[in-house]
C-alpha cells in the first residue's frame, strides 16, 4: 500500500535511533497537521541529509531561533511507515521553506516473477530554516552518540573492541 503525504506547514522535522550502539534502527520522523510519519533508514543517510541541508543553508541568512530539544526527540509510538529510499532536497525562495522529498526504496521483484506496477510512497514537507538547522545538530549527535570509530582504520569498535586490520 502506497502512502502519499504534502505537508506545507511541519511542525517536527527529526531523527532518532533505537536500540544498543551496533544494533540501532535509524528512524526520520515528521510531524504536521496533526499526522506522525515514521520512516525507517540507514544511519548514513541520516548523516547524508544533514551534510545537504548545510549546504542548502550556506547561502541563506542566518536563523534567528531553533525548535527546542524536545521538539526533536521523536515521538511516541514510533512505527515506521516505509524504508527510506531516495531523498530529494530544493529551497522554496517564494515560501522560505527548505522542501525535502522522501521515498520508499523501489525493491526490484525476482527476475522469477512478473513485473508488477507498484505505487511507492513519498512524504514532501516543507521545514522553516530554523527546523533544518535544529535537524543538522540533532542529527549530527543521534548518528555520533553509536559506538566509537578506530583511530586507525575507521571502524566502528564493539564494547569488547574489534579487530583492526591496520593493526595486524
Do not use: W
Not at 12 to 31: C, I, K, N, S, Y
Not at 46 to 57: N, Q, T
Request: hydrophobic share 40%.
Amino acid at each position: 500500500m502506497s502512502l502519499y503525504f504534502e505537508f506545507e506547514n511541519t511542525d517536527a522535522f527529526t531523527a532518532g535511533a533505537l536500540g544498543e550502539p551496533g544494533q540501532r534502527t535509524f528512524l526520520l520522523q515528521v510531524r504536521a497537521e496533526g499526522q506522525r510519519i515514521t520512516i525507517k533508514c540507514e544511519k548514513e543517510q541520516v548523516s547524508a541529509l544533514s551534510v545537504y541541508l548545510r549546504k542548502l543553508l550556506a547561502d541563506a541568512p542566518d536563523v534567528s531561533h531553533a525548535p527546542i530539544n524536545e521538539v526533536m526527540q521523536l515521538s511516541q509510538p514510533v512505527v515506521p511507515e516505509f524504508v527510506l529510499g531516495t531523498v530529494g532536497l530544493a529551497y522554496d525562495t517564494v515560501s522560505d521553506r527548505l522542501v525535502i522529498q522522501l521515498d520508499e526504496i523501489e525493491m526490484k521483484p525476482d527476475t522469477e516473477s512478473p513485473a508488477v506496477d507498484q505505487d511507492f510512497s513519498r512524504v514532501r514537507a516543507k521545514i522553516t530554516r530554523d527546523q533544518a538547522v535544529a535537524f543538522c545538530k540533532h542529527a549530527d549527535e543521534v548518528v555520533s552518540s553509536g559506538r566509537p570509530s578506530c583511530v586507525f582504520c575507521g571502524r566502528p569498535i564493539n564494547k569488547n573492541g574489534h579487530l583492526c586490520p591496520r593493526m595486524n
